[in-house]
C-alpha cells in the first residue's frame, strides 16, 4: 500500500478526501456515525453519502453502500468499473466487500479501521470470523434445503438471457 501525502496528492485527490472528511463531520452533527464517501469518475464526483446507521435504523447504512447505490443508480449500471471511492476511515468488511462487487478501481481512504477501533468501531472481530470455518464461528450457522436451492443455480446456468455480473 502506497501512502500519500499531501505534498503527493493531486489537487482533486485532495478536494475528493476533504469532501469525505466534511462529509463524516456533517453525519456526526446530525447523530450518525463519524464516516463519509465520495465516489468519482473522470475526475467528477458522481455521488456522495454519509453514515446513516442510527439515523435509519439500518446497519448497512454505512457510507461506502449509500455512496454505491447512488452512483449505481445515476450511473445506470451496477458496474462502477472506473470509478474511485474517497473514503473518510479505511472501509470495513461490508463496505470493502460491496467495493469490490462494484468493481471500484481505486480506494482513498483518511484514517485507519485502528483509528476506527480506538473510538468504539472494531471491525477485528469480522474479519477473524469470515477466516473460520463455519462451525467455529460465533453466530451458528445451519445449512438447509441445499438440494432445493441448487434448483435456482440451475435455471441461472440454463437461462440465456442472463446478465452476467
Known amino acids: 500500500m502506497k501512502i500519500q501525502t499531501k505534498e503527493t496528492m493531486s489537487e482533486k485527490d485532495l478536494l475528493f478526501i476533504k469532501r469525505a472528511i466534511e462529509l463524516s463531520l456533517k453525519s456526526v452533527k446530525r447523530g450518525g456515525g463519524p464516516f463519509g464517501a465520495v465516489i468519482t469518475k473522470d475526475g467528477e464526483i458522481i455521488s456522495e453519502s454519509y453514515n446513516q446507521v442510527t439515523l435509519l435504523n439500518d446497519p448497512t447504512a454505512h457510507a461506502e453502500i449509500g455512496a ?5 443508480r445515476k450511473m445506470n449500471t451496477f458496474d462502477l ?6 473514503v473518510s476511515c479505511e472501509p470495513c468488511p461490508m463496505c470493502l466487500g460491496a467495493i469490490y462487487w462494484a468493481r471500484i478501481n481505486k480506494v482513498f481512504f483518511a484514517s485507519t479501521r485502528s483509528d476506527a ?43 440465456e438471457d442472463k446478465v452476467e455480473y
Open 68 to 72: 454505491i447505490r447512488e452512483a449505481a
Open 117 to 159: 477501533e480506538n473510538i468504539g468501531f472494531d471491525d477485528s472481530l469480522i474479519y477473524e470470523e469470515i477466516s473460520r470455518p463455519l462451525r467455529e464461528r460465533k453466530i451458528e450457522f445451519k445449512q438447509l434445503l441445499r438440494e432445493e436451492a441448487l434448483e435456482a443455480f440451475r435455471a441461472w446456468e440454463e437461462y
Open 81 to 86: 468499473s472506473g470509478c474511485e471511492i474517497y
